[in-house]
């Protein structure tokens, strides 16, 4: 890969949070991913549940070609699909009135048995007394028993099911099948391919980050993980999927039929508060411009949730069926980055993080307090991992910040993360030196430019941040 050299955008103009589009039937184009990273993509999802793996070649080609082009490091991310808990196949719809006893049972051929299929065996997990819900939780359902493969459960409402609708457990362990065959599979296959995070849906815990990161380890990827919040177990266990992951995604479309839904807003505030205190990248996702889906304007509803997030700190808000399927995918793309600048512009995001006693929060802190203090137009920073940037990141600053890096994919997991402008450099003593007189050059920075710039002793040695200092542009 190329270095990158990014396109000419005035600095004041950078948007903090960062916007992740989905790839789909609407946009399976070179031409069409080129203009989402032009309209303001900085991540761009591949979900796993559907394709085939050379449509995935082809797309994660496009992307690299595009960013490229546009000079602009670009984040890919593969959404494993997890355990598939949907209901089977059957004729037409079956109505369900309420008080109803319905049947379950893995693959079950409903003409003939009446017993309606599903494409898991739910007999091997579920127990008496726990809540079931179908058709997106338009149905719910309390299991009255289990036996001989067969789960019976109550209809507590009436409604209608229709054939593959997804099925919801929240009361079900399901630890140590989150990560299915098909995911493994899938998750070689990325391996083989420049994937920069994998997003692990249906989390519970800590215990299956662990298991996909020594999946990842011996395979020799260098992927970084997202966990998906969506279910019930993993807003139990977030201190401990929050220490082990690398990012948090908030899928508050499942989560939302898991938890009573007035408790989702809550829920994702405290997810952004925490992510800031572990220096942990949080993505707000589901249903942000759903109405732009078939429309070409959003509801003002929509407006003020994705304000909501980039008000409370979010690193960034996803775009699912809006740029995978929908009629306007580039249309949304632009819409959420018009409700971003207009809301960082106009009320500055502050940091909620509490006080810490590490050495990188110090720094951290120290380098935004100085740069806040002198009025600098950027923050600077040398960063072999990236870790710098994003502790950096975590304290919400409103001055932009630049990040520098030798590693390609460093920077494109960069791409996400709140606030950062990343660029690939080759390490040596000048290197922060050469790029801001380049940035000079390009008209990003300006004479008389005041920016802070951090680095460590040892350019390109991992951990030894140490050196601030404020430098004139000249």
């Given at each position: 890969?190329?270095?990158?050299?990014?396109?000419?955008?005035?600095?004041?103009?950078?948007?903090?949070?960062?916007?992740?589009?989905?790839?789909?039937?609407?946009?399976?184009?070179?031409?069409?991913?080129?203009?989402?990273?032009?309209?303001?993509?900085?991540?761009?999802?591949?979900?796993?549940?559907?394709?085939?793996?050379?449509?995935?070649?082809?797309?994660?080609?496009?992307?690299?070609?595009?960013?490229?082009n546009l000079q602009k490091p670009v984040a890919i991310i593969q959404d494993l699909q997890g355990p598939k808990i949907r209901l089977g196949d059957f004729m037409g719809v079956i109505s369900v009135n309420k008080g109803e006893e319905l049947r379950f049972a893995y693959?079950?051929?409903?003409?003939?048995?009446?017993?309606?299929?599903?494409?898991?065996?739910?007999?091997?997990?579920?127990?008496?007394?726990?809540?079931?819900?179908?058709?997106?939780?338009?149905?719910?359902?309390?299991?009255?028993?289990?036996?001989?493969?067969?789960?019976?459960?109550?209809?507590?409402?009436?409604?209608?099911?229709?054939?593959?609708?997804?099925?919801?457990?929240?009361?079900?362990?399901?630890?140590?099948?989150?990560?299915?065959?098909?995911?493994?599979?899938?998750?070689?296959?990325?391996?083989?391919?420049?994937?920069?995070?994998?997003?692990?849906?249906?989390?519970?815990?800590?215990?299956?980050?662990?298991?996909?990161?020594?999946?990842?380890?011996?395979?020799?990827?260098?992927?970084?993980?997202?966990?998906?919040?969506?279910?019930?177990?993993?807003?139990?266990?977030?201190?401990?999927?929050?220490?082990?992951?690398?990012?948090?995604?908030?899928?508050?479309?499942?989560?939302?039929?898991?938890?009573?839904?007035?408790?989702?807003?809550?829920?994702?505030?405290?997810?952004?508060?925490?992510?800031?205190?572990?220096?942990?990248?949080?993505?707000?996702?589901?249903?942000?411009?759903?109405?732009?889906?078939?429309?070409?304007?959003?509801?003002?509803?929509?407006?003020?949730?994705?304000?909501?997030?980039?008000?409370?700190?979010?690193?960034?808000?996803?775009?699912?069926?809006?740029?995978?399927?929908?009629?306007?995918?580039?249309?949304?793309?632009?819409?959420?980055?018009?409700?971003?600048?207009?809301?960082?512009?106009?009320?500055?995001?502050?940091?909620?993080?509490?006080?810490?006693?590490?050495r990188s929060y110090a720094i951290s802190s120290a380098i935004n307090n100085l740069a806040k203090n002198i009025n600098a137009v950027a923050v600077v920073a040398e960063t072999k991992t990236g870790a710098t940037a994003i502790n950096i990141s975590s304290l919400r600053?409103?001055?932009?910040?630049?990040?520098?890096?030798?590693?390609?994919?460093?920077?494109?997991?960069?791409?996400?993360?709140?606030?950062?402008?990343?660029?690939?450099?080759?390490?040596?003593?000048?290197?922060?030196?050469?790029?801001?007189?380049?940035?000079?050059?390009?008209?990003?920075?300006?004479?008389?430019?005041?920016?802070?710039?951090?680095?460590?002793?040892?350019?390109?040695?991992?951990?030894?941040?140490?050196?601030?200092?404020?430098?004139?542009?000249?």
């Amino acid at each position: 890969m190329s270095e990158y050299s990014n396109r000419i955008i005035p600095i004041e103009n950078y948007k903090h949070t960062k916007i992740i589009a989905t790839i789909g039937p609407s946009t399976n184009s070179y031409s069409s991913i080129e203009k989402l990273i032009k309209a303001g993509a900085n991540g761009l999802r591949l979900n796993f549940s559907h394709g085939d793996y050379d449509e995935r070649k082809q797309q994660i080609k496009w992307i690299r070609e595009a960013s490229e082009n546009l000079q602009k490091p670009v984040a890919i991310i593969q959404d494993l699909q997890g355990p598939k808990i949907r209901l089977g196949d059957f004729m037409g719809v079956i109505s369900v009135n309420k008080g109803e006893e319905l049947r379950f049972a893995y693959n079950s051929d409903y003409a003939l048995t009446g017993i309606i299929p599903t494409q898991y065996d739910l007999s091997l997990k579920v127990n008496r007394g726990e809540k079931l819900y179908l058709a997106d939780g338009r149905i719910i359902c309390q299991i009255t028993s289990v036996n001989k493969g067969i789960v019976y459960a109550k209809t507590e409402n009436e409604g209608v099911l229709i054939r593959r609708k997804s099925v919801n457990l929240p009361d079900t362990d399901f630890s140590g099948d989150v990560i299915t065959a098909k995911d493994k599979r899938d998750i070689v296959f990325g391996s083989t391919q420049d994937i920069d995070y994998v997003a692990l849906s249906f989390v519970q815990s800590s215990v299956e980050i662990e298991s996909l990161r020594k999946i990842l380890s011996n395979i020799g990827s260098h992927s970084k993980i997202i966990a998906k919040i969506e279910t019930k177990s993993a807003v139990d266990n977030l201190e401990e999927i929050f220490q082990s992951s690398d990012a948090i995604m908030v899928a508050r479309g499942d989560l939302a039929i898991e938890m009573p839904y007035e408790t989702v807003p809550i829920i994702q505030r405290k997810i952004i508060s925490m992510g800031q205190n572990y220096a942990k990248p949080t993505i707000v996702a589901t249903q942000m411009l759903h109405s732009m889906i078939d429309s070409p304007e959003p509801t003002r509803a929509e407006v003020g949730d994705i304000a909501t997030a980039v008000l409370v700190g979010a690193d960034a808000v996803m775009l699912s069926d809006e740029t995978a399927s929908g009629n306007y995918p580039l249309e949304s793309v632009k819409t959420m980055k018009r409700i971003i600048l207009y809301t960082e512009q106009n009320t500055p995001q502050k940091s909620i993080i509490s006080d810490k006693n590490t050495r990188s929060y110090a720094i951290s802190s120290a380098i935004n307090n100085l740069a806040k203090n002198i009025n600098a137009v950027a923050v600077v920073a040398e960063t072999k991992t990236g870790a710098t940037a994003i502790n950096i990141s975590s304290l919400r600053s409103p001055i932009p910040l630049i990040a520098v890096t030798s590693n390609p994919k460093v920077a494109q997991q960069l791409a996400i993360v709140f606030s950062v402008k990343s660029f690939v450099r080759p390490y040596n003593k000048l290197t922060i030196d050469r790029l801001t007189d380049w940035l000079k050059t390009r008209k990003i920075l300006s004479k008389n430019d005041i920016i802070v710039t951090a680095s460590g002793k040892y350019s390109g040695v991992v951990g030894t941040t140490d050196t601030i200092k404020v430098r004139m542009i000249e």
